[in-house]
């Protein structure tokens, strides 16, 4: 076994509880009335072009990307447009979507729906990007960043490493997992198709080193592929950050305020390169996802591959229902998810987890006084020092929040996760980002 | 010894000397020249420094103010128009007389009157539960009833009402600096004309929903009916995005719209009980109290009122379980107007009051 | 559904650390060197602990409650770890309403009057051990020799560094006075002079094991106070080992070991990034070695740290941890 390669700084081990590892991915149908919001991504809103009433197959352009930094939205079923109407999203605010009625399950012919590998690539590289950008491809890692963007390196600057981020480092899910293990030739190919739209030579696969089923896999598959190396990594959160992430493989820090590429590295999900390579070699737009859905009281802890648009009850009910004592639910992991008040939402391209949380854990403890233990300080992968941006927060101190770099977390939450005082650094932190970024904003509105 | 005296003595004159002479050139050198008309007019600003002219505080204002040609955008709210007389006498301007202004909550989502939708835990202020989702309420628009603006408020003008979880206006202690406007993330306080004795008319929801939504999220949501606009003999009613706005400027408070309000969104305050004996519900809210009590004491008896009314429903309140009272309160809403009128002696008042 | 979903920030999970559960994790790392001190000074030092935790513990619960009129925390177990520390920088023999004196001004001056835990900005056992120390300087250095466990009578004497500092005073050679003091191995086990809770070293650095084990606190501090301390001491002891005492001598006698284990690193009072760790404890090992070898005290421990308290607010102003991604922009 090759050594265990990490970030050095920070970090936390919370308690891994990947109770649905073992369960292979299922498909989970739909039926009824989805509701398929028009923004799932990071960056300017895609417009509607279909209409009220009309007709949609699957696969079919529902919204277009305005801009470069936006993705596209297709139909991820088949039937009628009922309505363009404002629908809740996860944060219980409305946002656009297009609400289709099923009806059948029709395919866009273009679409290869065979499960036939197609290796050779064809496409050039101009084409993959194309096709990226086409399919509404994002980071499904849960930060939906647009895929293309990240394939364009901007001029001026060069990517030299693919990494590809299988780390999955989040307690609970199993997405990734299941994905490396269950669907890894295809992987593979995709791993080649964002190597040639970089046009990088070598790319490695980063896997915590709790998933040494998916290790061997992927090590067997990628043995006669030149240029693609599987990583083991030591198990410690957040390794899947991209910056942790980059630091770990390759040792290069991204520097503050900078990109992956500034180092020569690009970083994509294994979700992603999937989607990558359904997109190019079976004309495939992303249309459906790979979901966990899992919690200590869920009767079925499964993964379950369904269609962006299903509503999140469904899968619920299909991992046995939710369970009586439920206090909170989590879209996405413990550590970064985020908690929902409603379940009629929709599972959109970023949604890696539902994650069931029965009522003694969800409750935070009291806050209480910091005993400046320091703990926030040494746990914090960035060298941030949280107690101190939390304080800054409470007493409306932005402009200091500033210069101490507030804006480089990366929110991963180990700061809130390890405090023996329950404070709620994060909170506050999240609050001085807000602020600083309208300061930001402003000082560049002014400057122009 | 006596030579240490000595000695100890002449080294700190020395010292001191020394010290003195650097000290007056350092000061020479970073002098300010500085118009002294700018003491002036800081002199007679009230010293608040709440910060509600748009500057930092005093004494930027009164540099703006010297600055300035025209006084057109200067205006320090605490000392109105009064002190902006007295700056402008100063410097030799015009003063422009602005109105006096009154902060006042455009929302009415009281515990009562909006179900709670889920719990919220985590740090106590509005901008984070805002930046987090809606609230705990399905209400997008609704005041999240953590207290951003209390803590803005320099002027203890604003109070939480344990009562209904929303916040209060003291009109006597409010001076109109805006801050808790600034501080609100939903927009919910606005800045409205001070009227004769406090009387205020206003539209107490934002929502932008289409009725039947904002009615879901809240019972005495504006749906944006028009009934008031209608209504409206002096045409300060606007309508848009789903509600009623009623220009402060225009209104001349004579609280037709308040009557026809299907939905309770229209607060009238501080105005005498009504002559009509018809329109039972506003009389029976608005005697003639103190306007500093007339918020905090009648919710309390509101809140008492209810329980002897609905005990019932309240109990099952408590449990969070308010679908109920809701349905039936929404019921009896959707009824006629005069039926509604009728039957809202008993338990509207409390409503208007209790918010 | 009936019942209503919790919304909250990430992250949905929380560490097992409590506050509570630290302060117990010191406590337990201070019990091989509290079964040392009744192994060496009898039953005294069984009780005395025990009344000076209860009399910190009160004190806390009546100031917070009727001085500050707030919520008494006393369920965060600092009081109790104030309380063992002040009595472990005590004689076994230390009259019971001295004790109590110096909890009070530990607790109610050396901590609440700033506010509580957290806002203190010197170790609280420290202020009471130093206000007894210049209040009552008789009974504070008369130090118990350890007789073992039968003695119910101790006799009393010098510390090792009573001893040395007398000796220097009246102009005698260190070389000389190595017959009257212990020997290392002594002190290390702990056949010495001294307070309950110093004298073994060897039951401190167990101590200190458990602290680094269970992530209490990080090697940072003591490691830098001990090696400052020894570096410093031995550069003296080459130069000139007539007029000082052996590096070794140094690091196992008196409070050093407590000092730095155990006092140097109270949360509250230390810096919080591990590089103003590290300044703290060369700045501590210095200013002890000054006081040792200079100072009126022999021991200079307690008045290093509090010195070095009072500095860190100052660390942690300009003492920042490395950031993530910094170098590389410089460069
Ligand atoms: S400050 Fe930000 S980056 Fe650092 S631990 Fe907290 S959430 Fe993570
Ligand atoms: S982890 Fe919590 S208690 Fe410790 S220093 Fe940070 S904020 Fe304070």
Same mark, same amino acid.
């Given at each position: 076994?090759?050594?265990?390669?990490?970030?050095?700084?920070?970090?936390?081990?919370?308690?891994?509880?990947?109770?649905?590892?073992g369960?292979?991915i299922?498909?989970?149908?739909?039926?009824g009335?989805?509701?398929?919001?028009?923004v799932?991504h990071?960056?300017?809103?895609?417009?509607?072009?279909?209409?009220?009433?009309?007709?949609?197959?699957?696969g079919?352009?529902?919204a277009?990307?305005?801009?470069?930094?936006?993705?596209n939205?297709?139909?991820?079923?088949?039937?009628?447009?009922?309505?363009?109407?404002k629908?809740?999203?996860?944060?219980?605010?409305?946002?656009?979507?297009?609400?289709?009625?099923?009806?059948?399950d029709?395919?866009?012919?273009?679409?290869?729906r065979?499960?036939?590998?197609?290796?050779?690539?064809?496409?050039?590289?101009e084409e993959?990007i194309?096709?990226v950008?086409?399919?509404?491809?994002?980071?499904?890692?849960?930060?939906?960043?647009?895929?293309?963007v990240?394939?364009?390196?901007?001029?001026?600057k060069?990517a030299?490493?693919?990494?590809?981020?299988?780390?999955?480092?989040?307690?609970?899910?199993?997405?990734?997992?299941?994905?490396?293990l269950?669907?890894?030739?295809e992987?593979?190919?995709?791993?080649?198709?964002?190597?040639?739209?970089?046009?990088?030579?070598?790319?490695?696969?980063?896997i915590?080193?709790?998933?040494p089923?998916?290790?061997d896999?992927?090590?067997?598959?990628t043995?006669?592929e030149?240029?693609i190396t599987?990583q083991?990594?030591k198990?410690?959160?957040?390794?899947?950050?991209?910056?942790?992430?980059?630091?770990?493989?390759t040792?290069?820090?991204v520097?503050?305020?900078g990109l992956p590429?500034d180092?020569?590295?690009v970083?994509h999900?294994?979700?992603?390169?999937?989607?990558a390579?359904?997109?190019?070699?079976?004309?495939?737009p992303?249309?459906?996802?790979?979901?966990?859905?899992?919690?200590?009281?869920?009767?079925?802890?499964?993964n379950?591959?369904?269609?962006?648009g299903t509503p999140?009850?469904?899968?619920?009910d299909?991992?046995g229902?939710?369970?009586?004592?439920?206090?909170?639910?989590?879209?996405g992991?413990?550590?970064?998810?985020?908690?929902?008040s409603?379940?009629?939402?929709?599972?959109?391209?970023g949604t890696?987890?539902?994650?069931?949380?029965p009522?003694?854990?969800?409750?935070?403890?009291?806050?209480?006084?910091c005993i400046?233990?320091?703990?926030?300080?040494?746990v914090?992968?960035?060298g941030?020092e949280?107690?101190l941006?939390?304080?800054?927060?409470?007493?409306?101190?932005f402009?200091?929040?500033q210069n101490?770099?507030?804006?480089?977390c990366?929110?991963?939450g180990?700061?809130?996760?390890?405090c023996?005082?329950?404070?709620?650094?994060?909170?506050?932190?999240?609050l001085?980002?807000?602020?600083?970024?309208?300061m930001?904003?402003?000082?560049?509105?002014?400057a122009? | 010894m006596?030579?240490?005296?000595?000695?100890t003595?002449?080294?700190?004159t020395l010292?001191?000397?020394?010290?003195?002479?650097i000290?007056?050139?350092v000061?020479?050198?970073?002098k300010?020249?500085?118009?002294?008309?700018?003491d002036?007019?800081?002199?007679?600003?009230?010293?608040?420094?709440?910060g509600?002219c748009g500057?930092?505080?005093?004494?930027?204002?009164?540099?703006?103010?010297?600055?300035?040609?025209?006084?057109?955008?200067?205006?320090?709210?605490?000392?109105?128009n009064?002190?902006?007389?007295?700056?402008?006498?100063?410097?030799?301007?015009?003063?422009?007389?602005?109105?006096?202004?009154?902060?006042?909550?455009?929302?009415?989502?009281?515990?009562e009157?909006?179900?709670r939708?889920?719990?919220?835990?985590?740090?106590?202020?509005?901008a984070?539960?805002?930046?987090?989702?809606t609230g705990?309420?399905?209400?997008?628009y609704?005041?999240?009833?953590?207290?951003?603006?209390?803590?803005a408020?320099?002027?203890?003008?604003l109070?939480?009402?344990?009562?209904?979880g929303?916040?209060?206006?003291i009109?006597?202690?409010?001076?109109?600096?805006?801050?808790?406007?600034?501080?609100?993330?939903r927009d919910?306080?606005?800045?409205?004309?001070?009227?004769?004795?406090?009387?205020k008319?206003?539209?107490?929801?934002i929502?932008e929903?289409?009725?039947?939504v904002?009615r879901?999220?809240c019972k005495? !949501? $504006?749906?944006? #009916?028009? =009934?008031?606009?209608q /209504? *409206? %003999?002096? +045409?300060?009613i606007?309508?848009? @995005?789903?509600?009623?706005f009623?220009?402060?400027? !225009? $209104?001349?408070? #004579?609280? =037709?719209c308040?009557? /026809? *309000? %299907?939905? +309770?969104s229209?607060?009238?305050? @501080?105005?005498?009980?009504?002559?009509?004996?018809?329109?039972?519900?506003?009389?029976?809210a608005?005697?003639?109290v103190? %306007?500093?009590?007339?918020?905090?004491?009648?919710?309390?008896?509101?809140?008492?009122?209810?329980?002897a009314?609905?005990?019932?429903e309240?109990?099952?309140e408590?449990?969070?379980?308010?679908?109920?009272?809701e349905?039936k309160?929404?019921?009896?809403?959707?009824g006629g107007?005069d039926?509604?009128k009728?039957?809202?002696?008993?338990?509207?008042?409390?409503e208007?009051?209790?918010? | 559904?009936?019942?209503?979903?919790?919304?909250s920030?990430?992250?949905h999970?929380?560490?097992?650390?409590?506050?509570?559960?630290?302060m117990?994790?010191v406590?337990?790392?201070?019990l091989?060197?509290?079964?040392?001190s009744?192994?060496?000074?009898?039953?005294?030092?069984?009780?005395?602990?025990?009344l000076?935790v209860l009399?910190?513990?009160?004190f806390?619960?009546?100031?917070?409650?009727?001085?500050l009129?707030?919520?008494?925390?006393?369920?965060?177990?600092?009081a109790v770890?104030t309380?063992?520390?002040?009595?472990?920088t005590l004689?076994?023999?230390?009259?019971?309403?001295?004790?109590?004196?110096?909890?009070l001004?530990?607790?109610g001056?050396?901590?609440?009057?700033?506010g509580?835990?957290g806002?203190?900005?010197?170790n609280?056992?420290?202020?009471?051990?130093?206000?007894?120390?210049?209040s009552?300087p008789?009974q504070?250095?008369?130090?118990?020799?350890?007789?073992?466990?039968?003695?119910?009578?101790?006799?009393?004497?010098?510390?090792?560094?009573?001893?040395?500092k007398?000796?220097?005073?009246?102009g005698?050679?260190?070389?000389?006075?190595?017959?009257?003091l212990p020997?290392?191995?002594?002190?290390?086990?702990?056949h010495?002079?001294g307070?309950?809770?110093?004298?073994?070293?060897?039951a401190?650095?167990?101590?200190f094991?458990?602290?680094?084990?269970?992530?209490?606190?990080?090697?940072?501090?003591p490691?830098?106070?001990?090696?400052?301390?020894?570096l410093f001491?031995?550069l003296m002891?080459?130069?000139?080992p007539?007029?000082?005492?052996s590096?070794?001598?140094?690091?196992?006698?008196?409070?050093?070991?407590?000092g730095?284990?155990?006092?140097?690193?109270?949360?509250?009072?230390?810096?919080m990034?591990?590089?103003?760790?590290?300044?703290?404890?060369?700045?501590i090992?210095?200013?002890?070695?000054?006081?040792?070898?200079?100072g009126?005290y022999?021991?200079?421990?307690?008045?290093?740290?509090?010195?070095?308290?009072?500095?860190?607010?100052?660390?942690?102003m300009?003492?920042?941890?490395?950031?993530?991604?910094?170098v590389?922009?410089?460069?």
């Amino acid at each position: 076994m090759q050594k265990l390669k990490t970030f050095p700084k920070g970090g936390v081990h919370p308690p891994e509880h990947k109770l649905s590892a073992g369960s292979p991915i299922e498909t989970l149908p739909v039926s009824g009335r989805v509701a398929i919001p028009v923004v799932q991504h990071l960056g300017a809103p895609a417009e509607p072009v279909v209409q009220r009433g009309e007709e949609v197959k699957v696969g079919q352009l529902l919204a277009k990307g305005t801009g470069f930094v936006s993705a596209n939205v297709h139909a991820p079923v088949s039937g009628k447009v009922f309505r363009i109407d404002k629908k809740f999203d996860a944060s219980g605010y409305k946002r656009t979507s297009v609400i289709i009625d099923i009806n059948g399950d029709d395919w866009d012919p273009e679409i290869d729906r065979s499960t036939t590998l197609r290796k050779e690539i064809t496409a050039s590289r101009e084409e993959i990007i194309e096709k990226v950008q086409a399919a509404g491809i994002v980071g499904m890692g849960g930060a939906t960043f647009p895929t293309h963007v990240k394939l364009n390196v901007p001029r001026g600057k060069k990517a030299d490493i693919l990494i590809i981020n299988g780390v999955e480092c989040e307690p609970f899910l199993t997405a990734d997992h299941r994905l490396m293990l269950e669907r890894g030739e295809e992987l593979v190919v995709g791993i080649r198709i964002l190597m040639k739209a970089l046009a990088v030579t070598t790319a490695v696969i980063g896997i915590e080193n709790n998933k040494p089923d998916a290790i061997d896999h992927l090590t067997k598959l990628t043995a006669d592929e030149p240029g693609i190396t599987v990583q083991p990594l030591k198990v410690k959160y957040p390794q899947g950050g991209e910056k942790q992430l980059i630091k770990a493989i390759t040792g290069r820090e991204v520097p503050s305020g900078g990109l992956p590429v500034d180092v020569g590295a690009v970083v994509h999900n294994v979700g992603t390169t999937l989607a990558a390579y359904e997109a190019v070699q079976k004309n495939k737009p992303l249309i459906e996802r790979i979901v966990t859905v899992t919690g200590k009281s869920v009767a079925k802890p499964s993964n379950f591959l369904v269609r962006i648009g299903t509503p999140i009850s469904a899968l619920i009910d299909a991992a046995g229902g939710l369970p009586e004592d439920t206090g909170k639910v989590v879209l996405g992991g413990p550590m970064m998810g985020k908690a929902v008040s409603k379940l009629d939402i929709p599972v959109t391209k970023g949604t890696s987890g539902v994650l069931i949380i029965p009522d003694n854990e969800a409750h935070r403890a009291p806050v209480e006084p910091c005993i400046r233990c320091a703990k926030c300080v040494s746990v914090c992968p960035m060298g941030l020092e949280p107690y101190l941006l939390m304080d800054l927060g409470v007493y409306e101190k932005f402009e200091r929040a500033q210069n101490e770099r507030v804006m480089d977390c990366i929110e991963c939450g180990s700061c809130s996760y390890i405090c023996p005082a329950d404070r709620p650094l994060l909170d506050y932190i999240r609050l001085d980002k807000l602020r600083v970024g309208e300061m930001i904003r402003k000082a560049r509105q002014a400057a122009k | 010894m006596s030579d240490i005296v000595l000695y100890t003595v002449i080294s700190l004159t020395l010292l001191g000397i020394l010290a003195a002479v650097i000290l007056y050139f350092v000061a020479q050198k970073f002098k300010v020249v500085e118009d002294p008309r700018i003491d002036a007019v800081e002199e007679v600003l009230p010293h608040a420094n709440c910060g509600g002219c748009g500057y930092p505080g005093c004494r930027p204002f009164a540099e703006a103010c010297v600055k300035a040609d025209s006084l057109d955008d200067l205006f320090c709210p605490v000392g109105g128009n009064e002190v902006m007389a007295k700056v402008a006498e100063i410097l030799g301007l015009e003063a422009v007389e602005a109105e006096p202004r009154v902060a006042v909550i455009r929302c009415q989502g009281s515990y009562e009157h909006r179900p709670r939708t889920s719990r919220y835990e985590g740090a106590s202020t509005c901008a984070i539960e805002h930046a987090l989702y809606t609230g705990d309420t399905d209400c997008p628009y609704g005041c999240l009833g953590l207290g951003d603006c209390v803590a803005a408020c320099d002027f203890e003008a604003l109070f939480m009402d344990e009562k209904t979880g929303l916040p209060y206006v003291i009109d006597e202690n409010c001076v109109a600096c805006g801050a808790c406007v600034e501080a609100c993330p939903r927009d919910i306080i606005e800045l409205r004309k001070r009227n004769k004795r406090d009387r205020k008319i206003f539209v107490s929801c934002i929502n932008e929903e289409k009725g039947g939504v904002a009615r879901q999220y809240c019972k005495v !949501a $504006c749906i944006g #009916c028009s =009934k008031c606009f209608q /209504v *409206c %003999p002096f +045409d300060a009613i606007t309508m848009g @995005n789903n509600l009623a706005f009623i220009d402060s400027d !225009a $209104c001349k408070l #004579c609280r =037709k719209c308040v009557v /026809v *309000c %299907p939905t +309770d969104s229209i607060l009238e305050i @501080n105005f005498p009980p009504r002559k009509e004996p018809k329109e039972v519900k506003p009389a029976a809210a608005k005697k003639a109290v103190p %306007p500093k009590q007339e918020k905090a004491a009648p919710a309390v008896a509101a809140a008492k009122e209810t329980v002897a009314v609905k005990e019932k429903e309240q109990e099952k309140e408590k449990k969070a379980e308010n679908i109920p009272a809701e349905e039936k309160a929404s019921e009896k809403d959707a009824g006629g107007e005069d039926e509604k009128k009728k039957e809202a002696g008993g338990s509207s008042p409390e409503e208007k009051k209790g918010s | 559904m009936d019942k209503l979903l919790t919304v909250s920030m990430s992250p949905h999970a929380h560490g097992r650390d409590t506050t509570p559960k630290l302060m117990l994790g010191v406590v337990i790392a201070l019990l091989p060197a509290w079964a040392a001190s009744v192994w060496f000074f009898g039953w005294g030092a069984l009780y005395v602990p025990v009344l000076s935790v209860l009399f910190s513990v009160i004190f806390e619960y009546l100031i917070a409650k009727y001085l500050l009129k707030k919520e008494p925390s006393i369920r965060d177990g600092s009081a109790v770890v104030t309380g063992l520390l002040l009595a472990f920088t005590l004689p076994v023999n230390i009259p019971v309403w001295i004790l109590a004196i110096g909890t009070l001004v530990a607790i109610g001056v050396g901590k609440m009057s700033f506010g509580g835990l957290g806002t203190n900005p010197f170790n609280p056992a420290l202020v009471g051990r130093v206000f007894l120390f210049i209040s009552f300087p008789v009974q504070m250095t008369s130090w118990p020799l350890p007789k073992g466990f039968a003695t119910a009578d101790a006799v009393t004497g010098a510390t090792p560094l009573g001893l040395l500092k007398e000796g220097m005073r009246q102009g005698e050679h260190v070389a000389n006075m190595v017959r009257e003091l212990p020997t290392n191995y002594d002190m290390f086990m702990g056949h010495m002079g001294g307070s309950m809770g110093e004298v073994a070293a060897v039951a401190l650095l167990l101590g200190f094991l458990y602290l680094l084990w269970r992530r209490i606190i990080t090697w940072h501090i003591p490691v830098t106070i001990l090696t400052t301390v020894f570096l410093f001491s031995g550069l003296m002891w080459l130069i000139n080992p007539a007029d000082n005492a052996s590096p070794v001598f140094h690091l196992l006698s008196g409070g050093l070991m407590l000092g730095a284990i155990f006092m140097a690193t109270d949360y509250v009072t230390s810096p919080m990034t591990p590089q103003g760790m590290v300044w703290y404890g060369v700045g501590i090992g210095l200013l002890t070695v000054i006081i040792r070898r200079w100072g009126a005290y022999p021991e200079g421990v307690q008045f290093a740290i509090l010195i070095m308290n009072a500095f860190v607010p100052l660390i942690n102003m300009y003492v920042k941890p490395k950031r993530f991604g910094e170098v590389k922009k410089n460069g």
